[in-house]
């Protein structure tokens, strides 16, 4: 049983931006032969590796049942009642710790004057860029032997579609490269994301944001469940908390996510919302 004197330490590699190593190649950015929208108010600090001796307490983290816990619904079989256990991102002071105080709101909705397909398209592709850093941050914690399939929590689990429409159970390694690989060619693909003037986009180009949110936010949900812990020990947690208030921000005033694909961390944004943080 650990007491008030247990530290967990860490020594990363001596790096000092993380990228998912599944993912060789760092995103690069769109040519902007036209003007895009200028960025939103909110900057997200860069974060730096931890020092060779970094120590952080997490003895109260630890007397809590460890992530993932599920706490939304049980199995078909089950009542449909609440998990007894909290998950960790659900705990104080955690869940509380945020970089900016207010409504991430006013920072979300189209500027005047800003071509609403720029508009998504500009934050899709921030949006995929902070999420790809972030997950690289405890990447070398998410492996086929502690993530066997890239799940959230211990009911809701997903599996991969390939061209063939043939869905297929990946690990969470596995499937986040097919992800990151999967969106990084849509976002360099002119066809899909002009960046030429006078090029139009798609006529689906809002079903093509849509299924690139649909697939962030399942990223949202394995770090959420699985990796909180790595995230507060690199002292993460109210960056990767303000990412993901912006994102779901976004989502809801473009209506980019069904209900299913927001219901794993429906308690953390009800939170987020009680607290004015996210707004409908």
């Known amino acids: 049983m650990p007491n008030d004197d247990d530290y967990v330490s860490f020594k990363p590699k001596p790096k000092t931006v993380f990228f998912c190593k599944l993912f060789p190649c ?6 902007q ?17 931890p020092s060779p001796a970094f120590r ?6 630890l007397s809590i049942p460890p992530s993932p816990t599920f706490s939304l619904r049980a199995k078909k079989n089950g009542t449909g009642k609440k998990s007894q256990y909290q998950t960790l991102y ?14 991430f709101k006013t920072i979300v909705v189209l500027p005047k004057y800003v071509d609403p397909n720029e508009w998504l398209a500009y934050n899709a592709f921030e949006f995929f860029n902070y999420s790809n850093l972030f997950y690289g941050s405890i990447s070398d914690f998410c492996t086929p032997q502690n993530c066997p399939t890239m799940s959230g929590g211990l009911v809701m689990e997903y ?20 992800m990151t690989t999967w969106i990084q060619n849509l976002l360099t693909d002119e066809n899909v994301f002009p960046t030429k003037a006078g ?32 995230v507060l020990c690199l002292y993460e947690e109210a960056h990767f908390n303000s990412l993901f208030a912006h994102f779901i921000s976004f989502a809801m005033e473009f209506d980019l996510l069904d209900k299913k694909d927001t219901a794993p ?13 996210i707004s409908a």
């Open 26 to 31: 760092k995103p690069t950015s769109r040519k």
């Open 33 to 49: 032969s036209k003007p895009l929208p200028s960025s939103p108010p909110i900057e997200y600090k860069s974060f730096n590796p």
């Open 56 to 61: 952080r307490p997490i003895s109260a983290a």
């Open 90 to 103: 659900l705990t104080s002071p955690y869940v509380n710790n945020m970089l900016v105080k207010g409504s």
């Open 159 to 178: 599996t991969w579609t390939d061209a063939t429409r043939k869905a297929t159970k990946l690990s969470a390694p596995v499937y986040v490269d097919c």
């Open 199 to 230: 090029s139009d986009f798609p006529p689906d180009f809002l079903t093509v944001i849509k299924s690139i949110f649909r697939e962030l936010v399942r990223l949202f949900v394995h770090i959420y469940h699985h990796h909180y812990t790595q």
């Open 265 to 277: 961390l429906q308690d953390l944004i009800e939170i987020m919302e009680g607290n004015n943080i």
